[in-house]
């Protein structure tokens, strides 16, 4: 792991995604084991999935324990139901809850299905301030510079909210789909002011498909046409890169 200097945002690059994936599971374990237990903030997909098959291994292996850790996932798609194959709160129980002791009362996902989207969007920005606040929130970054679902577009004070979906997002996610008409056009996601609050913000980019962005979101100037450089300026921000995506720096 080497890291890149005069970055905006401390930036390390590994070699070795699997070293990528202890590292922020030692940090996570480090949360997790305090005796007050810690909130996360899940991301899901291709991008933190080697993270959470570490905290799987270490269940398995050391008996690691998530039991007292609270979570609130980033986002959820607006129209699929909780058992869709595609919805984030099953890609995340088949993926990270099944293989590991959170308590299910302690887990929490937006509500893209509610009548009133609005009211839901409140109510998630009030569970996650009676939760204490986010402790370590993981995130990923979109080819466009979405975080969560802040599509080009969002405001650096935006609070959990409906969205509309950009197309290179339904695009990227047409694949697991099947085909991009089957893909939702609306999503609920926590904001941009959201996602700050979180007192860590670990931030993992993977591949040579967001070279380009990882370069943006570190050179470009802040604005909401790229929601990623929000990030710049939190106080304890890393940026996680393999060496594809570092390969524009
Ligand atoms: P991914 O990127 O879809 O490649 O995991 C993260 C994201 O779009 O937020």
């Not at 080497?2 to 970055?7: A, E, G, L, T, W």
């Not at 887990?107 to 609005?118: I, K, L, S, Y």
């Not at 959990?160 to 990227?172: G, I, K, Q």
């Not at 070279?211 to 790229?226: G, H």
């Given at each position: 792991?080497?890291?890149?200097?005069?970055?905006?945002?401390p930036?390390f690059?590994?070699?070795?995604?699997?070293?990528l994936?202890?590292t922020l599971?030692?940090e996570v374990?480090?949360?997790?084991?305090?005796?007050?237990?810690?909130?996360l903030g899940?991301a899901?997909?291709?991008?933190p999935?080697?993270a959470?098959?570490?905290?799987?291994?270490?269940?398995?292996?050391?008996?690691?324990?998530?039991?007292?850790?609270?979570?609130?996932?980033?986002?959820?798609?607006?129209?699929?139901?909780?058992?869709?194959?595609?919805?984030?709160?099953?890609?995340?129980?088949?993926?990270?809850?099944?293989?590991?002791?959170?308590?299910?009362?302690?887990?929490?996902?937006?509500?893209?299905?509610?009548?009133?989207?609005?009211?839901?969007?409140?109510?998630?920005?009030?569970?996650?301030?009676?939760?204490?606040?986010?402790?370590l929130q993981i995130l990923g970054?979109?080819?466009?510079?979405?975080?969560?679902?802040?599509?080009?577009?969002?405001?650096?004070?935006?609070?959990?909210?409906?969205?509309?979906?950009?197309?290179?997002?339904?695009?990227?996610?047409?694949?697991?789909?099947?085909?991009?008409?089957?893909?939702?056009?609306?999503?609920?996601?926590?904001?941009?002011?959201?996602?700050?609050?979180a007192?860590r913000l670990r931030v993992i980019?993977?591949?040579?498909?967001?070279?380009?962005?990882?370069?943006?979101?570190?050179?470009?100037?802040?604005?909401?046409?790229?929601?990623?450089?929000?990030?710049?300026?939190?106080?304890d921000v890393r940026l996680y890169?393999?060496?594809?995506?570092?390969?524009?720096?």
């Amino acid at each position: 792991m080497r890291p890149i200097v005069d970055s905006p945002i401390p930036t390390f690059v590994f070699d070795d995604r699997e070293e990528l994936a202890r590292t922020l599971a030692d940090e996570v374990e480090a949360l997790v084991t305090r005796s007050q237990g810690a909130v996360l903030g899940l991301a899901t997909g291709s991008t933190p999935i080697d993270a959470y098959r570490e905290f799987a291994r270490r269940r398995r292996v050391n008996g690691l324990s998530f039991a007292r850790a609270t979570t609130f996932n980033l986002d959820e798609f607006v129209g699929l139901g909780a058992e869709h194959a595609q919805s984030f709160r099953r890609w995340t129980r088949e993926n990270l809850f099944e293989h590991v002791d959170f308590d299910p009362a302690r887990t929490h996902f937006p509500d893209a299905d509610a009548h009133d989207r609005a009211a839901a969007s409140r109510e998630y920005e009030d569970a996650i301030r009676a939760a204490g606040g986010i402790d370590l929130q993981i995130l990923g970054i979109g080819r466009n510079g979405h975080v969560g679902f802040n599509e080009p577009g969002s405001d650096r004070d935006s609070r959990t909210r409906a969205v509309e979906l950009h197309p290179w997002t339904r695009e990227d996610a047409a694949k697991s789909f099947g085909s991009m008409e089957f893909v939702p056009l609306r999503a609920i996601t926590m904001g941009v002011a959201t996602i700050l609050d979180a007192r860590r913000l670990r931030v993992i980019a993977l591949g040579a498909k967001k070279a380009e962005i990882v370069r943006q979101t570190l050179r470009a100037s802040q604005s909401r046409a790229l929601p990623s450089t929000w990030l710049r300026g939190h106080a304890d921000v890393r940026l996680y890169l393999d060496l594809d995506a570092a390969s524009s720096l």
